[in-house]
């Protein structure tokens, strides 16, 4: 595997040279469906009560387990915990990471096919213990810098793992603007119930400022050491503009 860094390390570059011409990406940044915003956690749980007198719309929530070595209070998602977030009139949408760059468990996509397929089954596990609707979506993470070669000796295939199990109709992936659009162009993740939209959640990072115009979740807040994310209490958070109104949240009927 080639060497990489860290999303979180990756926004001191979010800045970088534009994305080279001819790419299916867009460059002019899209507004928030109704200006509604998720948060994602990197530190530890936020209760739905904080969640949303901050202000935001929900949370995305974990189906995947915890790896080795790692103390997250967030992995797996709990089944009261989704509850909880329902409960306060908090969209829920689910995602999917283990592995991660560094750690003795690397980024889950360097495990191909036979890794998809587990990592999946895994996912629709944890999804249906949390509550999870078997309409609804669920993210898969492509957490580095991958560039095409990558995405297509190796990448591309753990997603046809995970297809094989979910079906690329409720496959979604996290990852850079790039990434989102290779796995657009692959037919391997599905399409929101919003016209022109598909299940990608793109972070800003290594994205270079552009946009795939498809996706219907962005990252616009990473928490990092150097830029902290938004506080909610005492925990920093990662925050999702939403781009679309079906965005994967488990209360729409699908």
Sequence with gaps: MHLSVTRRDA???????PILAGLPIALAPHASADGARLIDFTERLVTPEQIKSAGYSGALVYVSELRPGATFDFKPVTRDYAAGLRAAGLHVV????????GWPTPSDFTRGYDGGVADAQTALRLHGAAGGPDSAPIFFSVDEDIDQNTWKTVAVQWFRGINSVLGAGRTGIYGHARACGWAISDGVVGHSTTGGYRWAWQTRA????????AAVLYQSAVNTASTPGPLIGDVHVDVDDVLATDFGQWDLPR
């Design 11 to 17: 926004l001191r570059y979010a800045l970088a040279a």
């Design 94 to 101: 689910s995602c999917y990471q283990y592995g991660k760059p």
């Design 206 to 213: 290594w994205s270079g400022g552009a946009r795939e115009p």
